[in-house]
Every structure is written in structure tokens, then in C-alpha cells.
Nanobody, 125 residues
């Protein structure tokens, strides 16, 4: 079992930046990749960024490339999502998720077994 706890959400003005954090104890032993997803009211959950748990390869949704950066600190068991130049359309609940060891990495929500409780990001214009 992998427990994920997100933090760092909040209310910001458009153009600002946020760093979201995901605490994931021992995730490098139990997961192949970590991802960030978001879900806005009335919309489907969308994968925005992913990273291989034991490497530095990253992948992003086209819609966020250039503004979102995923990174990790294996020693601290933390995965981060930096969001720059926030726009109102980024308003959503952001979730950290993980794909177990042995499975392929992707940004498909259905392929992620472990999920955090989410952190809210609200961007005002």
C-alpha cells in the first residue's frame, strides 16, 4: 500500500505560481511512476504530469507543457508539481497518484492504483 498526501494548494491570482507537494513514503520501492492529475467541477480527471520513480524521465500533457514542471526528491520521499503563469483554467483539485512497480507509465487515471486526497487550487483573474 502506498499512501499519498498532497499539500500546497491555495488561492492565487492569474500569473502567479504554486508548488504542490506529494508526500509518498517509500514510493521508490513500490511504484514505477508518479503522476499529477487535476479535476475541475463538472469535468473528467485529467493527467497533467508524470515522472519515473527511480529516474528523472518526465512526461506531460500537451496542454500544460512549458508551465508545469514535475520533479522529485527520492531522499525526502517527495514529488512536486511547479505551476507557473497560472490561469483561471488551472482551477481544480489536484491529485497525486502512483502506478505500481512493474506496470507501464502513463497519464491514464485508470492505470494509477494509489491516490491522494487532493489539494485545491483556485486561480482568480
Amino acid at each position: 500500500q502506498v499512501q499519498l498526501v498532497e499539500s500546497g494548494g491555495g488561492s492565487v491570482q492569474a500569473g502567479g505560481s504554486l508548488r504542490l507537494s506529494c508526500n509518498a513514503p517509500e514510493y521508490t520501492f513500490n511504484t514505477n511512476c508518479m503522476g499529477w492529475f487535476r479535476q475541475a467541477p463538472g469535468k473528467e480527471r485529467e493527467g497533467v504530469a508524470g515522472i519515473y520513480s527511480r529516474g528523472f524521465r518526465t512526461y506531460y500533457a500537451e496542454s500544460v507543457k512549458g508551465r508545469f514542471t514535475i520533479s522529485q526528491d527520492n531522499v525526502k520521499n517527495m514529488v512536486y508539481l511547479d505551476i507557473n503563469n497560472l490561469i483561471p483554467e488551472d482551477t481544480a483539485t489536484y491529485y497525486c497518484a502512483a502506478i505500481p512497480t512493474g506496470e507501464d507509465c502513463s497519464l491514464e487515471a485508470a492505470e494509477h492504483t494509489y491516490w491522494g486526497q487532493g489539494t485545491q487550487v483556485t486561480v482568480s483573474s
